[in-house]
């Protein structure tokens, strides 16, 4: 370590430059590594809690790019960093100084996985605060005078008289240096200035008016305030040793002000469940009844066309906690196959270094299965050749023979599958004789839509085309003009569209002089492969709907599918080896014509974007039950280039398991992606809500669970601490001091989904204290989210500053840090309460897909003819039923306190839909009129709770096997005729009796 701090010369190497000669060295706190010369000296370093890991030898892409001899490997080592796994290629004069780096970082590293949460909470809060006193040192003489105290004030968003911060400098300036604090006054300065008002209050209101709790007060905190159980005197007086820092306030056993302010900021008063950490879930259940965390096109470092293909992108999926990664395999140079994003510019690596990566990485994190989807596009030879490279490498993790369910017609569990890899891909028909060596299977789905070779076929003209295209740019560029701020990359996003956009009329008229020519064209420009992504058909299947309106009728998904039923376009076939075909056991790769509903498990049903979002729209229920029995991957369009990635939540509703996400783009998405899979120790795997895995519901119904009781958020917040300026502050610190205020958003169930937020708290992102509470009614919590965003107010808009995003199952109750994401310091303070409660109930009214004849037969159906009309019709979605509550009246205090134009007053209605692709779930002309305000927002009413009675009579209902809401005509007029008021048999899932099978016919349908 002295070798590293003392600092060793290294040659930084970067691409397409002659290496850079600077002085590298380990900062004194060994926190960060630092180099120089360097003309961006605060940014020239890396965070040691950044750093993913350290390779040696010649490893790293760069490397790669300079001849095998330019370099000795011994001396060479890469620090991969950052969330984009960014390198830093370094080479030293000679191997012992490589080795002397390599083994520290390493040490480093290994210190930094061991340590606990509240040693790393600790640890990063002392790196800050000597990180604030360096920064704000100007002259480096290791000393602040009081203008650089000022300045470090407006920084920190601080807003104090002149006189009062004076004041505190005084007290803290206590050595001869009078005028100057070093680092240990500046400390207590800090400590003086961070002194919470909220938490003295709450301190003295359980000690009895005293400056320190007693351990029987601590305890009566803990129980009243936290609900925390069993809180014995032992863990009390362990609290007291643990956080005071006071040592005579150890000694009498009692808890000061600083000592309860770092226990309410630990790990312990977080706004998550600690054992959420863990894997705490039952894990025995059916593959199928699992959210599973996936990737798309995993391989890719950034864009879909251009950007550079990695096998260190696995590691990094696998080791955020992805358990489905993807791989696009193609014939490569001297037989090796390759992967990489076809008909692109992306660069290719080989399969085998992705095999190799992908079995060192696997099972680092967690033990439970990884599904390998194998979308394959090369020949039988080097198909044998994948077929090798797996067995070899994976060895008995391919095989599954040990793997027992005990029922064939049923999924094995991930407990089953752990330390087994899956392979995911096409497998040869039953048909087949099982001596043949090879046959043909359908086109990989989401190949099949950028390939699409019918580019001015079907009868489609140019302009037609032309014109599809270029109105499918512009709603992007739009969308991404508007996207959310909080999404760091829609400045890359814009630029890259309005290039694409700039380039689109130059190839349009290549390829239409190419047509007139007579000529085949085999170059793919940039734009010729954009044009390929199934954008023809689409434009083809508009050319016909004039003629074929009653077809598109029968087959309403026809008209926006890449394989309408008019065209009659038939589906492409590959060849498939038998190696490569008997590796596939529980997930065999179909399309939806594929599927033959004989009762077996082990499909794995592929969707775009768009074809997934019109079967949820139409088929919700039935797409449901689908997914009880059989797994369902959902992968982003291909119009998406910029590998952004569509709203997951609407397929999570309806129980689609592997919703495939660019984990290379950051943003609210990947936000919402985490924060799911971190509800059960980040392992890949989240168990469905249970009315998911048996039964079925509406989910864009008003209430799709009524005899559910539905959970009341109460939400406190109460003040925020350290909040930082925007990230995207044109004048960086030396802008104004923030005006924030909190959103908060709940994410889920349409039904669910709103947000609200507090007033506005002027100059002051310090320390601002809101004191405001909100509300909110959930009728499913299994499936929600809450997150927290805190915005700068303008007069213009708002400035994104932060977010944190949190499974509401993984709430805790009482007083709770919200820390913001990637921001050390910055934190919301709020209470939370969270009560069960019932809306309007009635005990006829189980689901809403059942009607009252299953409870009560008719007897004459007469009778009964206006209830059942009532009970029958499916709700609409995004329907609610009508308030009749009205928004309290505010009191001129209140006025005054609230700014209005950008918070809500107290007692406003929450606006629907924060996500703005959820909105687009369904169409917002089926809302009823009164549920929209003037400017066309649509507001969610308050419904009326309250407390369940405990006479409740549920039980018996919710014990009764409710048969399918889905039967055919025969079935409905048999329920009439049944007078005997008992409960139908539970109606058969198979053989076209059930819901999965009216599904399956409507997938089809939309193919032929």
């Known amino acids: ?12 190497l970067k691409s397409g430059t002659k290496g850079l000669v600077r002085l590298f060295y380990l900062d004194e706190h060994r926190t960060c590594i630092r180099w120089r010369p360097s003309r961006k000296s605060e940014k020239a370093k890396i965070v040691i809690d950044s750093i993913y890991k350290v390779s040696e030898g010649r490893q790293s892409e760069i490397f790669h790019r300079h001849a095998e001899g330019s370099f000795d490997p011994s001396c060479c080592f890469t620090i991969y960093h950052g969330s984009h796994l960014e390198s830093l290629d370094l080479i030293t004069s000679n191997p012992e100084e490589a080795r002397t780096w390599v083994t520290g970082l390493k040490y480093l590293l290994a210190g930094i996985s061991d340590e606990d949460s509240l040693a790393k909470r600790q640890r990063t809060h002392d790196h800050w605060v000597k990180q604030t006193f360096e920064e704000a040192d100007k002259n480096g003489d290791g000393l602040l005078n009081i203008e650089e105290i000022h300045q470090l004030m407006h920084k920190l968003n601080v807003s104090l008289p002149r006189r009062k911060v004076r004041q505190m400098f005084q007290e803290a300036d206590t050595d001869e240096n009078q005028g100057t604090l070093n680092f240990e006054e500046f400390s207590v300065f800090y400590k003086m200035m961070s002194l ?45 040793q643990k956080f005071e820092v006071s040592e005579e306030n150890k000694k009498q056993n009692v808890l000061g002000i600083e000592g309860f302010t770092s226990f309410m900021r630990s790990p312990a008063c977080e706004v998550s469940n600690p054992l959420h950490r863990h894997v705490h879930q039952d894990m025995q259940q059916p593959l199928c009844h699992y959210f599973i965390a996936s990737s798309h096109n995993t391989y890719l470092s950034g864009d879909q066309l251009l950007s550079q293909s990695r096998a260190d992108m696995y590691a990094r999926v696998l080791q955020a906690g992805c358990r489905c990664v993807e791989v696009d395999c ?86 089953d599958l752990k330390g087994k890899i899956l392979v995911k891909g096409k497998k040869l028909p039953c048909s087949l004789g099982a001596d043949a060596e090879e046959g043909e299977v359908s086109e990989e789905d989401s190949a099949d839509e950028i390939e699409d070779d019918c580019k001015l076929n079907n009868g489609a003209t140019q302009h037609q085309v032309e014109s599809f295209i270029r109105t499918k740019l512009e709603s992007l560029l739009k969308e991404s003009q508007i996207r959310d701020k909080e999404d760091p990359d829609s400045f890359t996003v814009r630029a890259l569209l309005k290039a694409t956009h700039q380039s689109f009329s130059v ?37 016909h709907s004039a003629s074929d309106d009653e077809d598109g009728q029968q087959h309403p998904l026809g008209k926006e599918l890449g394989q309408p039923h008019r065209l009659a376009r038939r589906r492409k076939t590959v ?159 030396r802008g104004e001091i923030i005006d924030p205020f909190v959103e908060v958003e709940i994410i889920g169930l349409p039904v669910d989904c709103c947000k609200d937020q507090t007033r506005v708290v002027d100059d002051n992102g310090f320390n601002p204290v809101w004191e405001e509470t909100l509300t909110f009614t959930i009728h499913m919590p299994e499936i929600a989210l809450v997150r927290f965003l805190v915005w700068d107010h303008d007069p213009i808009g708002r400035d ?24 050390t310091e910055a934190s919301i303070f709020v209470h939370i309460i969270i009560n069960e409660t019932y809306g309007k109930w009635s005990p006829l009214i189980l689901n809403p897909s059942y009607t009252i004849m299953h409870f009560l037969g008719a007897t004459k159906s007469k009778q009964l003819m206006g209830l059942r009309g009532l009970f029958s019709k499916a709700p609409k979605a995004g329907t609610a039923e009508p308030s009749g509550h009205h928004a ?5 205090g209140e006025r005054i306190l609230r700014r209005t134009a950008s918070a809500p007053a107290k007692g406003r209605k929450k606006s629907k839909m924060g996500f703005l692709e959820a909105a687009e779930m369904k169409d917002s002309a089926s809302e009823p009129a009164d549920l929209k305000d003037k400017d066309g927002v649509l507001r969610r009413p308050n419904r009326p709770s309250q407390a369940r009675p405990a006479s409740m009579p549920v039980d018996r209902f919710l014990m009764v096997e409710l048969p399918c809401p889905a039967q055919d005509t025969a079935q409905e007029a048999e329920a009439e005729d049944n007078t005997s008021g008992k409960v139908l048999p539970k109606l058969p899932l198979v053989n076209g009796q059930g819901s999965p099978c009216f599904f399956q016919e409507y997938l089809i349908s939309s193919n032929h």
């Not at 003295?204 to 009566?220: G, N, P, R, V, W």
């Not at 069993?230 to 009390?236: A, F, G, K, Q, S």
């Not at 309290?888 to 001129?892: A, F, G, M, P, Y």
């Open 1 to 12: 370590m002295s070798v590293m701090q003392s600092g060793t010369q290294m040659v930084k």
């Open 575 to 733: 060849k498939l080896c038998r190696a490569l075909s008997d590796l596939v056991v529980y997930t065999n790769s179909v399309a939806a014509q594929d599927i033959v509903d004989d009762g077996s498990t082990g499909n794995v049903l592929s969707f775009s974007e768009n074809r997934a979002h019109q079967a949820v729209q139409q088929k919700a229920e039935q797409f449901m039950l689908y997914n009880q029995r059989q797994l369902t991957r959902v992968y982003p369009s291909a119009y998406r280039i910029d590998s952004s990635n569509f709203n997951p939540v609407p397929y999570w509703n309806v129980g689609c398991q592997l919703v495939a996400l660019n984990y290379q783009s950051e943003g609210r998405v990947m936000q919402l992606n985490e924060a799911k899979f971190r509800v059960n120790g980040n392992c890949g795997y989240v168990l469905k809500p249970q009315q998911m895995c048996k039964g079925t519901f509406n989910p864009y119904s008003a209430d799709p669970l009524p005899a559910s009781p539905k959970k009341q958020l109460i939400l406190k917040i109460i003040s925020g601490q350290q909040l930082p300026k925007p990230p995207d502050s044109m004048l960086g610190d």
């Open 507 to 543: 190839n349009m008229k290549q390829n239409l002089d190419t047509k007139e020519g007579g000529k085949k064209s085999h170059g793919r420009s940039l734009m010729g492969n954009f044009s390929k992504h199934k954008v023809t058909a689409k434009a083809a299947a508009k050319a």
């Open 888 to 892: 309290r009246k505010r009191s001129i």
């Open 800 to 823: 994104f500053v932060g977010q944190r995003t949190v499974a509401f199952s993984s709430l805790v109750p009482g007083y709770r840090h919200v820390y913001l994401e990637g921001l």
């Open 196 to 240: 919470r008002r909220d938490l003295y209050l709450l301190l003295l209101s359980y000690s009895d008016k005293k400056d320190h709790l007693t351990a029987e007060e601590l305890a009566q905190f803990l129980r009243v305030e936290q609900k925390m159980n069993n809180v014995t005197p032992e863990y009390c007086l362990d609290i007291i």
């Open 330 to 415: 193609w014939d490569g140079p001297d037989g090796e196959p390759v992967v990489h994003h076809g008909y692109t510019l992306t660069s290719k690596i080989l399969f085998r270094d992705v095999a190799e990566t992908i079995n060192k990485y696997a099972f680092i994190k967690n033990e439970f299965p990884v599904i390998l989807s194998i979308e394959n596009h090369c020949s039988i030879q080097q198909q044998k050749k994948i077929a090798q490279y797996l067995k070899e490498i994976f060895g008995d993790k391919l095989d599954l023979s040990s793997v027992s369910t005990g029922d064939p017609r049923q999924l094995p569990s991930p407990q």
